[in-house]
C-alpha cells in the first residue's frame, strides 16, 4: 500500500552513485518474476547464493565478496523492496513471495548454488527455498545470526502489528528516513544489534535507512514476515546446515539461534566471541575463514 508515495531506489540512481557503492563494477539488473532485480555476481566456480537480511543490501557482503569469488560464482542480489531491487508483484515481500521470486531469478541467470549463505531473515528465506524447491534439497545452508524461529518480546512486535500499522501510515516510511538522516542515528540502531561498525559501512546504512522508497520496502516485507510456519517445519530440513552465532546478538539472541539448531537434523554450530548481528560485516575474514572450512569439509 502507498507504494506510488514511495518510488524506490532505482537502476538510474545506481548509476548516478555508482561509486559509491562496493564493488559497484560487478553490478547488473535482471528482470526475473515481475522484478527488476539488482545483482552483483563475481567469481569462478559452484554458485555461492548471499542473502542479506532485513533493512540491508548487496552491501552487506563487501568484505566477503572478493575472498569467495576466489572459490565461487559469487551471487548477491538486493531482496525485493530493498536498495536497488524492485518490490514487485503483491506477496513479492512475503517469505513465500521472496523465495518464489529468487528461484525465478536463479532460473533466469542459470544458476544452482550448491551454497547458500542467508544473514537473519536471509537464512529463513534459504530454508523455506530447500524446503520447497527440489534443486536446493542438497544446497549446504549456512546461517549467520539466523531468523528461523520467531523472535521474542519488543522483536516480535516490530516484526508483526507494529510493522503493519507502520506500512499503513503513509508517513511511517518518510519519518523513519528522516530519523535516519539525523547524524548519529543510524550507529544508535547499529549498536543495538550488539555490533559496531566503521564510518564506511555506517555510511552505506545511512544511504539506504534515510531514503523512503527503501524504508517502505523494508516496512513492508517486515509486516508480510510471518516465521511460525517454517518454524513447524525446520525438523523437515535435510540439507547439511551450519550456524555462526554472535555472541552479543541483541537481535536474534544466541539462545534463539542455538533453539533452532536443535531441530535441525545435520546442524552445526559455531560462536562468534564478541560479535553481533552484524558479525559478518565486523568480522569478514573470519567469516569466510569458517565459511570455506564448512564447504571444504562437506
Known amino acids: 500500500m502507498f507504494d ?7 537502476r538510474a540512481d545506481h548509476q548516478a552513485q555508482h561509486g559509491l557503492w562496493p564493488h559497484a563494477q560487478h553490478s547488473r539488473f535482471v528482470q526475473a518474476g515481475g522484478i527488476q532485480w539488482h545483482v552483483q555476481s563475481l567469481g569462478q566456480g559452484p554458485c555461492l547464493l548471499l542473502l542479506h537480511g532485513t533493512g540491508s543490501g548487496h552491501f552487506s557482503w563487501r568484505g566477503m565478496l572478493p575472498a569467495l ?26 517469505l513465500p513471495g521472496m523465495s518464489e521470486g529468487l528461484r525465478a531469478l536463479l532460473l533466469q541467470l542459470q544458476l544452482t548454488p550448491q551454497v547458500i549463505v542467508g544473514h537473519s531473515a536471509g537464512a529463513a528465506i534459504a530454508a523455506h527455498m530447500a524446503l520447497h524447491y527440489d534443486s536446493l534439497a542438497r544446497s549446504t545452508l549456512i546461517g549467520l545470526n539466523p ?17 503493519k500499522l ?29 555490533s559496531t561498525l566503521d564510518a564506511a559501512g555506517l555510511d552505506l546504512y545511512t544511504r539506504v535507512l534515510s531514503h523512503s522508497g527503501h524504508v ?33 546478538d541483541q ?21 562468534q566471541a564478541g560479535l553481533g548481528h552484524l558479525a559478518h560485516e565486523q568480522d569478514p575474514a573470519g567469516t569466510v575463514r569458517q565459511i570455506l572450512q564448512w564447504c571444504a569439509e562437506k
Open 69 to 94: 569469488a576466489e572459490h565461487f560464482t559469487v551471487l548477491a542480489p538486493d531482496l525485493p523492496g530493498h536498495a536497488f531491487t524492485s518490490r514487485g508483484p503483491e506477496g513479492a515481500l512475503s
Open 4 to 10: 506510488s508515495f514511495y518510488p524506490g531506489l532505482t
Open 251 to 271: 537481535t536474534v539472541p544466541p539462545a534463539l539461534a542455538q533453539a533452532a539448531a536443535g531441530r535441525l537434523p545435520r546442524a552445526r554450530t559455531q560462536i
Open 216 to 248: 517502505h520496502g523494508v516496512l513492508s516485507m517486515m509486516a508480510a514476515w510471518q516465521l511460525k510456519p517454517l518454524a513447524a517445519r525446520l525438523h523437515e530440513l535435510r540439507n547439511p546446515v551450519c550456524m555462526l552465532i554472535g555472541a552479543q
Open 147 to 163: 531468523a528461523w524461529l520467531p523472535l521474542p518480546g519488543v522483536a516480535s512486535w516490530l516484526f508483526g502489528p507494529a510493522a
Open 166 to 194: 507502520a506500512a499503513l501510515n503513509p508517513l511511517s516510511a518518510w519519518a523513519t528516513a528522516k530519523m535516519a538522516a539525523k547524524p548519529g542515528a543510524v550507529a544508535e540502531w547499529v549498536a543495538r544489534t550488539g
